[in-house]
């Protein structure tokens, strides 16, 4: 008669390989057989009042990821609450193979005192790739765009069909699911308990980015938060994509949706190109969303060219061609609404407001004027959640697509604009600010240096004392000096890397 233990290891020997043999049976996800993600969920994406948790986004881009060679996970860093904080690559195999060599291309591009002469500008851009870099729901409550990746992911990495190849040959697609995931969490697990109570369509009772709130869209030039760290250093140190969309919500009246170009006056210190393309590519959207029968189209108001505040505005001092959408919200985040439909013909002219103006007492629209900036007027009737994820996904692939049949003039318009900045600064007066060595509070210096270097500036530090403008700066170590330069200096080139003064 066997011992016990024997027969202890025995059977467990059986039931590892009873698990070994299950494990083996287990088909691996391909692209596929990617599950739709309404398989995946359990119900359509954009379903009235229902809405996935950003831990089932996350795990179902995971996933994607490991079923195609077309797209790659990266976790940049932690969100402020603790949780993985993704980038995705999306772009063909082929790309994806030459990524190293792609992204040194875009850098130089950027950075047009690293190519020699012409021949070989053309020759990047021959071979170069349009870096499209497309940010969703920084404002957690405006979910939308989150909600919309999922069908958007599994498209591109399913599809076979010469239009997305065409995309994907021709565009490496950086996309960020979520500016605040700690947020989007939040928003749904709140939709979800208040949902059918007497609290539902109360706003969420604490702020849904812990330190800044809404105002995380205000953090592009301090880099005070997490999340702003991380996509800067993709955008201003690894990428410097040539087009960024920040895809947000706006009020639930007039318009449905606000694409580019943005409204005056311009602001002078920003090339007329990038505002002229940001133009060209949200008429692209706009001839999209007509082509599908989408009214309330709306561009060249409401939002301005010169307020420099938010996050893809900042891509414009970086000769980036930095857009912003904004759709029409639903009732309570993911509930449908039904606004009164407006009768034929056009409004009285008391009644007339501009688009997305406030509507009082409930009634229909009352901005039914048709104009150039508003062609098609939305008159009203059913809007909800799955309204703004079919209105984002139209806009995010015309997007796609007009990059990906733009390549070459986006590419060789991106490397003049830059070639002209550099010239310009190298003419103009300053070329550079020098920050002294005699400082009283050096740790507030370097932190400042810091926030600048974040942002994409170049850091030099000088090694011996010199004169600027007919005034002597000393050297008084390498810890105590430091000079800014855009791009190019007299001074021998030392960079100031990141330290501890920011609590990094």
């Not at 919200?329 to 056009?346: L, Q």
């Amino acid at each position: 008669m066997p011992s016990v233990i024997g027969h202890h290891h025995s059977t467990r020997s059986i039931l590892l390989g009873a698990l070994l043999c299950l494990t083996v049976a287990v088909p691996r996800v391909t692209a596929q057989s990617l599950p739709t993600p309404e398989t995946f969920l359990g119900f359509p994406v954009g379903a009235d009042n229902k809405l996935a948790h950003w831990d089932q986004i996350f795990e179902y881009l995971h996933m994607a990821s490991e079923s195609s060679d077309r797209i790659m996970m990266e976790v940049l860093g932690k969100s402020t609450l603790g949780r993985d904080f993704p980038l995705m690559t999306i772009t063909s195999a082929e790309n994806m193979g030459d990524l190293d060599r792609l992204q040194e291309i875009n850098q130089r591009l950027y950075n047009p005192d690293s190519i020699a002469d012409e021949t070989e500008a053309r020759r990047l851009i021959d071979e170069g790739k349009v870096v499209v870099f497309i940010t969703c729901a920084i404002h957690a409550s405006e979910i939308g765009s989150t909600q919309m990746v999922l069908e958007l992911v599994h498209r591109l990495a399913t599809e076979e069909s010469p239009y997305i190849q065409n995309i994907l040959d021709n565009v490496i697609f950086l996309l960020v699911p979520s500016l605040n995931p700690d947020g989007q969490a939040m928003e749904v697990d709140w939709f979800n308990r208040t949902f059918g109570t007497e609290y539902e369509g109360a706003g969420l009772p604490w702020l849904y980015h812990h330190y800044t709130g809404h105002d995380n869209n205000r953090d592009a030039y301090m880099f005070t938060q997490a999340e702003t760290r991380l996509i800067g250093q993709v955008l201003y140190h690894d990428w410097f994509p040539e087009v960024w969309l920040d895809e947000h919500q706006m009020g639930a009246s007039g318009a449905r949706i606000f694409i580019m170009p943005a409204a005056g006056p311009p602001n002078p210190n920003v090339d007329p190109w990038i505002y002229r393309t940001a133009g060209l590519l949200g008429f692209a959207q706009g001839q999209a969303l007509d082509e599908e029968g989408k009214t309330g189209v709306l561009y060249g108001e409401r939002f301005t060219y010169w307020w420099q505040g938010a996050m893809a505005w900042t891509g414009w001092w970086h000769n980036m061609v930095g857009m912003l959408s904004e759709l029409a919200s639903a009732r309570n985040m993911a509930s449908p609404s039904e606004t009164p439909m407006a009768p034929e013909g056009p409004p009285a002219a008391a009644e007339e407001q501009p688009a997305g103006g406030r509507r009082m007492g409930g009634g229909p629209p009352r901005d039914l004027t048709a104009r150039p900036e508003y062609l098609v007027p939305w008159r009203g009737g059913r809007w909800s959640l799955r309204d703004i994820v079919d209105y984002e996904y139209i806009i995010t692939f015309a997007l796609l697509d007009a990059c990906a049949d733009m390549r070459e003039n986006m590419l060789s318009g991106i490397y003049a604009v830059n070639r002209r900045t550099v010239d310009k600064g190298r003419a103009g007066h300053p070329s550079g600010i020098i920050i002294p060595a005699d400082q009283h509070d050096a740790p507030t210096v370097v932190k400042l240096l810091q926030i600048l270097n974040r942002g994409g500036l170049k850091i030099d530090r000088a090694t011996s004392a010199f004169t600027a403008d007919g005034t002597q700066e000393l050297c008084q170590g390498p810890s105590r000096t430091a000079g800014l330069s855009h791009r190019h200096s007299a001074l021998r080139r030392n960079r100031l890397e990141p330290g501890h003064a920011d609590g990094s």
